[in-house]
């Protein structure tokens, strides 16, 4: 199953297309679907996609020296935006 084999093609396809077609079926079956997974994205994607870029962002480049120009204040300005308003 590690060699580039056709019976690995075979297999890693119909994986996929399974949980594809399992996904749909769970989907098309529960009527709040498209709703719940609204809620879910607006509740979780700042939290784990959108706040840590700025954080990181921060932490690379806002520690170590103290004379800053003005470019990285007001990028620094809009990772602290980023993080209040995610």
């Known amino acids: ?5 056709p ?3 075979i297999t890693w396809v ?5 949980v594809i077609i399992v996904g749909y079926i769970i ?4 009527p709040i679907f498209g709703s ?4 879910i994205g607006a509740l979780f994607v700042p939290i784990t ?3 840590p870029y700025a954080h990181m962002w921060l932490h ?3 520690f170590g020296s103290s004379d800053r120009p003005v470019k990285t ?6 990772a602290c935006l980023i993080i209040v308003v995610g």
């Not at 119909?14 to 399974?18: C, I, L, R, T």
């Not at 719940?36 to 809620?39: A, F, P």
């Open 1 to 5: 199953m590690t060699s580039n084999s």
């Open 7 to 9: 019976w690995h093609w």
């Open 14 to 18: 119909s994986s996929v297309f399974g």
């Open 27 to 30: 989907a098309s079956a529960i």
């Open 36 to 39: 719940l997974i609204s809620l």
């Open 49 to 51: 996609a959108i706040i």
């Open 60 to 62: 690379d480049n806002w």
């Open 73 to 78: 204040k007001l990028v620094a300005a809009w």
